[in-house]
């Protein structure tokens, strides 16, 4: 048996079957935007691993920042102690992110920082004796995560979990919304959130959504108008707002945080992928004095939560060198122009008859099909044309590392433009 077929035997894959799985290629190094097969062929990364690996692969600055933390320790439990790389993280994330936010619970994955948000919500109402806010809503094609409760938050159709339905917490959602990035909320938008917030309020613990662009549950920007009425229907009602920044934190859409577009502030963040720069699963939840100081008068009077891996040395030191490359970069401007060079390649696919839709934000470009592709054979044309897209459902979408040079960039496009007018 080659390593191949032992991997088709044994290992699961994400989204696949084990009986029958789609192909997967065997990675062998993968530095910059280059991913390297097994095989020699050398591909242009166009997922960023998932929003992660926004400086590429191996970058020096970030292996340095790992190997001489793990010279220390790589691991220490977070109970009873402390340590230099989660205090520098901290304070990082506090500079950066909106100014209500100032207490940092670490995690280790997104899913997770979702937990905790949500947990946060529900103690912080259970803390001031209110005991009928145990519900959450959110906007339809939204995405969450893959844990419980994060699962119920999920869009029940093209979340991923559908067929989980009838086993999860009843959530409220409101229809996607029409109003798109850089619109006004249309009224239609507007009264569908506030006529749920006008029936149950009273219910709804939390709102909690993907600001601006909604990710794996159907790559949607939506107006930064609509996420302004929602934090103001969130103060007008009395609920909490958690925004997932998770796959749009650390400037993907243009602003360092998605929230930012929208000039609000959210009582609780999540946020997690490209911040380790794609190097270790690790995630943060923040929250503002408010909710953190109300949960800790209550009772119990302190969070109920404490992961083994909390405050991970390693994740939090290449975090901290990851921001700070971030910080130190000319990120913004790069971004405009990599939504620039994408929307001016991408752009000749609104004319194609199979495409609904094509869409680009910072560094985000998408292209909608009108039928669902074809995974396994779509994956194959583009590592046929040296390049790395992942598609799910209709979505054919990339999103770049920021160290993509225009040249690469202009390849990754047109091989996406290759594949959607061959295909
Ligand atoms: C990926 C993602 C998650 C889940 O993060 P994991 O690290 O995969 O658990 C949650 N919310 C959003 C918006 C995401 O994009």
Known sequence: MNDLEFDKEHIWHPYTSTIDPLPVY??????????????????????????????????????????????SMSHIMFGGFTHKPA???????????????????????GSVAVEVAMK?????????????????????????????HAM??????????????????????????????????SDKDYNNIRKVFEEKSNKIAA????????????????????????????????VLLIADEIAT??????????????????????????ITGGYMSFAVTMATDDVANTISSGNPSCFMHGPTFMGNP???????????????????????EIEMIMEKNLSILRSNPKVADVRCLGAIGVVEMKNPVDMGKIQAM??????????????????????????ELNKLCTALVNVVEKY
């Open 314 to 336: 390693l994740a939090c030191s290449v975090a901290c060198a990851s921001i700070d490359l971030l910080m130190m970069s000319n990120w913004k401007v790069r971004n405009k």
């Open 249 to 274: 934190g650390f400037g993907r859409t243009g602003e360092l945080f998605a929230c930012n577009h929208a000039n609000i502030q959210p009582d609780i963040m999540c946020l997690g992928k490209a």
């Open 207 to 238: 709102v909690i959504l993907e600001p601006i662009v909604q990710g794996a549950g159907g790559m949607w920007f939506y107006s930064a108008d609509y996420l302004r009425k929602v934090r103001e229907l969130c103060d007008e009602f009395n």
């Open 87 to 109: 205090i520098s993280l901290a304070k990082r994330l506090i500079n950066i992110t909106p100014s209500k936010l100032q207490k940092v619970f670490y995690s280790d994955s």
């Open 152 to 185: 119920s938050v999920c869009d029940p159709d093209t979340g991923m979990h559908g067929i989980f339905n009838g086993k999860l917490s009843i959530q409220n959602f409101v229809d996607k919304v029409e109003s798109r990035f850089g619109e006004k909320c």
């Open 382 to 407: 583009f590592v046929k044309e040296e390049v790395w897209v992942r598609p799910f459902g209709t979505n054919v979408y990339i999103m770049p590392q920021y160290i993509i040079s225009d040249d």
């Open 26 to 71: 065997q990675v062998k190094r993968a530095k910059g935007v280059y991913i390297e097969l097994e095989d020699g062929r050398k591909l242009i990364d166009g997922m960023s691993s998932w929003w992660c690996a926004i400086h590429g692969y191996s970058n020096e600055v970030l292996n340095n920042a790992m190997s001489s933390q793990i010279e």
């Open 120 to 148: 946060m919500a529900l103690q912080y109402w259970h803390s001031i004796d209110n005991n009928d806010k145990t519900e959450f809503l959110t906007i339809r094609n939204g995405y969450h995560g893959d844990t419980w």
